[in-house]
């Protein structure tokens, strides 16, 4: 039996088939008056009807918004005519699949379309000797062919067990110093696109949060909290909306306070342009990759 074909690696490609079909599932249901909730908690209970665990809540980003945007739990949010990223993670016992689409309703399909070209590109490139840094070029190539820019402060990344983001990070332009790619490696691309500066900063709306350290806190309301926390999502993100115990927001501010936990703001580009986002999970091979999230 080779090394690729050991339960890790069965675990991964199972996070991936059922993160591909839930993926498509949802991003059939994305459309102009729809609920950003609904269709959120909607793909999250499919994942687990399926047989996985949402490996992060479903990130559902707006026109300029790039990342970590979820739901709130009164969120009251439908799509307008919009540029609307779905970015779904997976996990079956802590092995990871993490994938992303951009469903268009503003009317710039070109957008969505390049970083889509983008990911193709990339994935064309990946095996075993490869320096991430050659995977960014192909990205920035392809992006910058359709006249727009790689967003560069964002990047992919390695997938670990209960880790979203591991080591190699995997640029989304040329970088002369990247990391040579193993047979074995699980990681996810992921170009953006934008037709802004191709810089994203921190918003001030946060939704999402990870475990950063365990401690023991007095407050009750903290403590169901962790509790949950820690028995549930351990080391993985997870949503103010998940958690069972009343006035999770404070709960979760105290923790922040703490250093328990720590948020994920909302990154955007600047106000008025777009972003598009792609994204596919690989195990690298040595001639080439396996992609885990394709359409079956």
């Known amino acids: 039996?080779?090394?690729?074909?050991?339960?890790?690696?069965?675990?991964?490609?199972?996070?991936?088939?059922?993160?591909?079909?839930?993926?498509?599932?949802?991003?059939?249901?994305?459309?102009?008056?729809?609920?950003?909730?609904?269709?959120?908690e909607w793909a999250e209970d499919r994942i687990r009807e399926l047989g996985g665990e949402p490996a992060f809540?479903?990130?559902?980003?707006?026109?300029?918004?790039?990342?970590?945007?979820?739901?709130s739990v009164d969120d009251e949010s439908t799509f307008g005519?919009?540029?609307?990223?779905?970015?779904?993670?997976?996990?079956?016992?802590?092995?990871?699949?993490?994938?992303?689409?951009?469903?268009?309703?503003?009317?710039?399909?070109?957008?969505?379309?390049?970083?889509?070209?983008a990911l193709e590109a990339a994935l064309d490139v990946v095996?075993?000797?490869?320096?991430?840094?050659?995977?960014?070029?192909?990205v920035e190539d392809v992006?910058?062919?359709?006249?727009?820019?790689?967003?560069?402060?964002?990047?992919?990344?390695?997938?670990g067990h209960w880790e979203q983001h591991t080591s190699p990070n995997i640029p989304n332009r040329a970088v002369s110093q990247g990391a040579t790619l193993e047979a074995g490696d699980v990681v996810a691309i992921e170009p953006f696109a934008t037709d802004g500066s191709g810089k994203v900063k921190e918003g001030s709306e946060e939704e999402i949060y990870a475990l950063e350290r365990e401690a023991s806190?007095?407050?009750?309301?903290a403590r169901q909290a962790l509790e949950q926390i820690v028995d549930e999502?351990?080391?993985?993100?997870?949503?103010?909306?998940?958690?069972?115990?009343s006035r999770a927001e404070m709960a979760l501010r105290r923790l922040e306070q703490n250093g328990v936990v720590h948020g994920y703001p909302v990154l955007k580009e600047q106000e008025g342009y777009l972003v598009s986002q792609k994204e596919h999970t690989v195990i690298v091979t040595e001639d080439g990759c396996e992609v885990t999230t394709r359409s079956r």
Do not use: C
């Open 1 to 40: 039996m080779s090394a690729l074909d050991d339960e890790k690696y069965e675990k991964h490609r199972e996070a991936g088939e059922i993160l591909a079909e839930v993926r498509d599932e949802a991003a059939e249901k994305v459309e102009v008056g729809a609920s950003h909730l609904e269709i959120a």
């Open 57 to 71: 809540p479903v990130n559902i980003s707006i026109d300029e918004e790039a990342a970590h945007a979820t739901p």
């Open 81 to 117: 005519e919009e540029m609307v990223n779905l970015d779904i993670g997976v996990h079956v016992d802590g092995w990871l699949a993490d994938t992303a689409v951009t469903v268009d309703l503003s009317g710039n399909p070109e957008l969505a379309e390049a970083s889509e070209q």
């Open 127 to 138: 095996e075993a000797g490869v320096s991430t840094g050659d995977i960014g070029a192909e």
């Open 143 to 159: 992006i910058e062919g359709y006249g727009f820019n790689p967003v560069v402060n964002l990047t992919g990344h390695g997938l």
């Open 217 to 221: 806190v007095r407050n009750r309301q």
């Open 233 to 245: 999502f351990k080391t993985l993100p997870f949503a103010t909306r998940w958690l069972e115990t």
